[in-house]
């Protein structure tokens, strides 16, 4: 029995937030079905605390050897005793598959075993419970691996794509170090026998004897500053406000909307293809984003899809998703092949936040660029002009 932090929405649109014991998401999700509310939002504290999450690569290594030892006819134990056993296998996954193991062998059913591990996302959970009431688990876990795949070249590229900037940024600031702690010090005796400093020379050998000699304090109130602003990020109000932020920044806000929307469409293509019912798998897809102010809406939009409203006029209504998904859902919906449309739609936003991510990558590359000249030019500035005006002052006096 873990214990979650839930965000739930009731009848009438009100956010109430509260914790709750529960077998796991989904029995928490009926839990709160019960009392009239819907999951907007859940955080297994249980998990929280000392459970390590399955990276993209990882989850999708895991449902590729088990759909293909399923596939071949090998029972789903055999097939978790051999991937157990697989040499370079990092130690924590190899106790989890041993976990997962250990209860199969006691009789629990695959999805029950995982979601008690605590490593999978509620995503995964959904599918294995759907594909073993459909009979077609190796189907369910082969398309899973296509899924985890596809999401972990999408982050590779980002990530990817932001190491040259985070280099040049890395560089720009040893740069600024390195002058004002080791080259502005040569001009202290130069700057100390004129009688008078432009101010910003003045503040800028102040910064500099600041950090020669009282750099562990410059230290200290960084790490401060770090710790505090990793508690102030988990505020709600707070990261709610900022992912707001996300979705409505020129650029990078168009960016994230595109990524935002690949990642539902990719998920929810995934829920509907392997037969959830489209509410239960706007549920889950909604969970996925990764932006607290898009994900809270789709209780909303839930509710109206449940209500008889069409998916396509529901997601209109989601702030921080491309138009395009709607009006590409809405023809699925038309011709009657929505699961079609929806991975073609996943496949096209995929690609569209990989060209945006390259676009964003070669605007911000000259920025970085003109921002450390700035810098470096101002420290000039700030060490030649006293030095210009009193070569002044000596051609006035001759």
Not at 103 to 109: F, V
Not at 136 to 142: Q, S
């Amino acid at each position: 029995m873990a214990q979650f932090r839930y965000l739930a929405k009731n009848m009438e649109g009100k956010n109430l937030r509260g914790t709750m014991d529960a077998a796991g998401e989904s029995a928490l999700q009926q839990q709160l079905k019960e009392q009239g509310l819907f999951l907007v939002e859940a955080k297994d504290l249980t998990a929280s605390r000392g459970t390590r999450k399955f990276s993209s690569k990882l989850l999708s290594e895991f449902c590729k050897e088990l759909s293909t030892l399923l596939a071949s006819g090998i029972s789903i134990v055999r097939a978790l005793e051999i991937i157990a056993e697989e040499e370079g296998l990092p130690a924590y996954a190899k106790s989890v598959y041993l976990s997962i193991l250990a209860d199969l062998r006691k009789g629990t059913s695959l999805s029950e075993a995982m979601e008690t591990a605590g490593c999978f996302p509620e995503l995964m959970m959904g599918m294995v419970r759907s594909g073993e009431g459909s009979g077609n688990i190796d189907a369910v876990m082969e398309r899973l691996s296509l899924h985890y795949e596809r999401e972990n070249r999408l982050k590779n590229q980002v990530r990817s794509a932001m190491v040259y900037p985070v280099v040049l940024l890395v560089m720009c600031v040893a740069v600024v170090v390195l002058i004002v702690t080791f080259i502005l010090p040569q001009f202290e005796e130069l700057f100390s026998q004129m009688e008078s400093l432009p101010a910003v020379t003045e503040w800028l050998m102040a910064a500099s004897d600041f950090l020669v000699h009282q750099w562990y304090v410059a230290l200290t109130v960084i790490f401060l500053a770090a710790a505090v602003m990793r508690v102030i990020l988990k505020i709600y109000r707070i990261r709610r406000t900022i992912d707001y932020m996300k979705v409505r920044m020129p650029v990078i806000g168009r960016l994230n909307k595109i990524i935002y929307t690949a990642r539902f469409a990719r998920t929810l293509s995934s829920l509907y293809s392997s037969g959830m019912p489209i509410v239960g798998a706007l549920q889950t897809a909604g969970r996925t984003i990764g932006n607290i102010y898009v994900e809270e809406q789709f209780g909303q939009a839930a509710v109206t899809v449940r209500s008889g409203v069409p998916l396509s006029q529901a997601l209109r209504e989601v702030d921080g998703l491309v138009r395009k998904l709607a009006s590409t859902i809405l023809i699925g919906e038309e011709s009657g092949r929505l699961d079609t449309m929806l991975d073609s739609i996943a496949i096209t936003m995929e690609e569209e936040a990989e060209a945006a991510t390259k676009r964003m990558m070669t605007l911000l590359e000259p920025a970085l660029i003109c921002l450390m000249a700035m810098v470096v030019g101002f420290i000039i500035i700030a060490v030649m002009l006293p030095i210009y005006e009193s070569y002044g002052a000596i051609e006035r006096s001759a």
